[in-house]
């Protein structure tokens, strides 16, 4: 994974000059060298610096000499000398953002959603690994004819297919259907929710827990009129979209399972 052996010999008090000294500046990406913790850098002070990895989890580490891996090697993390704006240097999932990217051609493979506020937020926080790897998203307006959908699509090696189910948990109508499905070319996962709207942590839309809707409720006519917000679902769905930016607005339940189905229908067959 490194270039040789970077814990080899007494690299914690090397020879003076060399463990570089990086600044600590926002988004930069590293390891703790301890721990195996990687994530990017969201806060530093004098003493220590606060690490966010991909699924939104932060950790405190103290700015001690060679105490992190960046691109393999052990640094010495630094104070930055001056709070000056950085260029951004990771997409919106996490993922760090390729510069002057052409869309890859389309692979044969592909990955399903329920609807189409599914892929359009699929999109807003995964697009940009998407196009790197040329995967396309569609979405199907539901599952219950899933299993005619994945005998049409026709998966085979080469040719993967990867679906996000909502309400994916035991017992569920989701869960049923997805159990139809064995192929061995075709990954379908979801996460617990009964709407991807639930899936966008409520701090992020400045409320303090998405509301409890009585069953026989449309769900989103339900949490519309809770929140006492007096749109209609199209107008709802704009302000829960609009206000999210990165995979941190997102639950871990949802960002685990969209990685698992880029990894899955991009790997080799």
Same mark, same amino acid.
């Given at each position: 994974?490194?270039? &040789?052996?970077?814990?080899?010999?007494? *690299?914690?008090?090397?020879g003076k000059?060399?463990?570089?000294k990086?600044?600590?500046?926002?988004?930069?990406?590293?390891?703790?060298?301890?721990? /195996?913790?990687c994530?990017?850098?969201?806060?530093?002070?004098?003493?220590?610096?606060?690490?966010?990895?991909?699924? &939104?989890?932060? !950790?405190?580490?103290?700015?001690?000499?060679?105490?992190?891996?960046?691109? /393999?090697?052990?640094v010495?993390?630094?104070? $930055?000398?001056?709070? #000056?704006?950085?260029?951004?240097r990771?997409?919106?999932?996490? @993922?760090?953002?390729?510069?002057?990217l052409?869309?890859?051609v #389309?692979?044969? @493979?592909?990955?399903?959603?329920? &609807?189409?506020?599914?892929a359009?937020?699929?999109?807003?926080?995964?697009?940009?690994d =998407? !196009?790197?790897?040329?995967?396309?998203?569609e979405?199907l307006?539901?599952?219950?004819?899933?299993?005619?959908?994945?005998?049409?699509?026709? $998966?085979? +090696?080469?040719?993967?297919?990867?679906?996000?189910?909502?309400? =994916?948990? +035991? &017992? @569920?109508?989701? @869960?049923?259907?997805?159990?139809?499905?064995?192929?061995?070319?075709?990954l379908v996962?979801?996460?617990?929710? %009964?709407?991807?709207w639930?899936?966008?942590?409520?701090?992020? =839309?400045?409320?303090?827990? *998405?509301?409890?809707?009585?069953?026989?409720? +449309? *769900?989103?006519?339900?949490? %519309?009129?809770?929140l006492g917000? !007096?749109?209609?679902?199209?107008?709802?769905?704009?302000?829960?979209?609009?206000a999210?930016s990165?995979?941190?607005? =997102?639950?871990p339940?949802?960002?685990?399972?969209?990685?698992?189905?880029?990894?899955?229908?991009t790997?080799?067959s």
């Amino acid at each position: 994974m490194y270039e &040789g052996d970077v814990l080899a010999g007494n *690299w914690r008090r090397p020879g003076k000059g060399k463990i570089p000294k990086v600044p600590a500046e926002p988004d930069l990406v590293v390891e703790d060298a301890d721990s /195996g913790f990687c994530g990017a850098v969201v806060a530093c002070d004098k003493e220590a610096v606060t690490l966010e990895d991909r699924f &939104g989890k932060r !950790r405190l580490f103290p700015l001690a000499p060679a105490a992190f891996l960046l691109d /393999g090697k052990p640094v010495t993390l630094v104070r $930055p000398a001056a709070a #000056a704006p950085a260029a951004p240097r990771r997409s919106a999932s996490g @993922s760090i953002a390729v510069q002057g990217l052409r869309a890859r051609v #389309a692979r044969e @493979s592909r990955i399903y959603v329920e &609807g189409v506020h599914d892929a359009a937020l699929v999109e807003k926080i995964w697009g940009h690994d =998407l !196009r790197v790897e040329g995967v396309v998203v569609e979405y199907l307006e539901g599952v219950d004819d899933l299993p005619a959908i994945v005998a049409e699509f026709g $998966p085979e +090696p080469g040719r993967r297919l990867g679906v996000l189910v909502d309400h =994916l948990v +035991p &017992g @569920s109508k989701e @869960s049923r259907i997805a159990a139809e499905i064995t192929s061995p070319d075709v990954l379908v996962v979801g996460h617990p929710y %009964i709407d991807i709207w639930r899936a966008v942590k409520p701090s992020v =839309l400045r409320i303090p827990a *998405w509301p409890d809707v009585p069953r026989g409720v +449309p *769900w989103k006519e339900g949490v %519309i009129a809770a929140l006492g917000w !007096r749109v209609e679902p199209a107008a709802a769905w704009r302000r829960i979209l609009g206000a999210v930016s990165t995979y941190a607005d =997102l639950e871990p339940e949802l960002l685990g399972r969209v990685e698992e189905l880029i990894d899955f229908v991009t790997e080799a067959s």
